[in-house]
């Protein structure tokens, strides 16, 4: 019987902490919790790029105006992909690249002001610290057409971003809990043929 409720008692701790984030951020003395979408995954502060490791996407395969800094090996990787889409008429552009914790922070804040949920920000957002755009190699990629899962640029990346490096990091039915982002891609190099076993 003593066994039988120290059995139970461990099953019950695991699954609360399997089920329950007890991570938090605190912005403007508020504290959140973070969601079951991020928890675990603060990344440590060593693999946040730093301004040297950036290299600026040229101005041709930005969106609109937008300046956008990825890690130089991404960089290098998007433009020879960018160029390869185009041999095949396919064209699409880098909308969004590095973006520090404090940016992060300072969008939620904004976003908070704006009377959305903190919930509802990280959905798409990563919290500040958490992997997402911090790392340098996150690229979110746009086109002309919408929406971007129906788009010739998604199909062509879909069959090409792989030999170039890049992944799609929020795949359709991911594991990860998170939303489906066919925009999102990740630069891994050489690991994509890991990946792929
Ligand atoms: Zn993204």
Known sequence: MKLFLIFLLLQLSLSASMFACDETITIDSVEYTIDDVWCGKLIDTTLIAKYEDLSRIPDSLC?????????????NAFVQMAQAAIKDSV???????????????????????????????????????????????ALDIATATYPFAKSIA???????????????????????????????????????SNSKE
Request: glycine letters at 8%; charged letters at 25%.
């Open 63 to 75: 969106h609109k105006d937008y300046k956008i800094y990825v890690r130089s090996d991404a960089t």
């Open 91 to 137: 064209f699409f552009t880098a909308k969004s690249g590095f973006r520090s914790p404090s940016y992060q922070k300072q969008m939620i804040r904004r976003r908070l002001k704006e009377g959305k949920s903190f919930a509802e920000i990280i959905r798409y957002a990563a919290p500040p610290g958490y992997r997402g755009h911090s790392t340098g190699y």
């Open 154 to 192: 998604y199909r062509w990346l879909s069959e090409h971003a792989n030999s170039f490096g890049f992944i799609e990091t929020y795949p359709k039915g991911n594991s990860t809990l998170k939303t489906w982002e066919p925009w999102h891609w990740e630069f891994i190099g050489d690991s994509v």
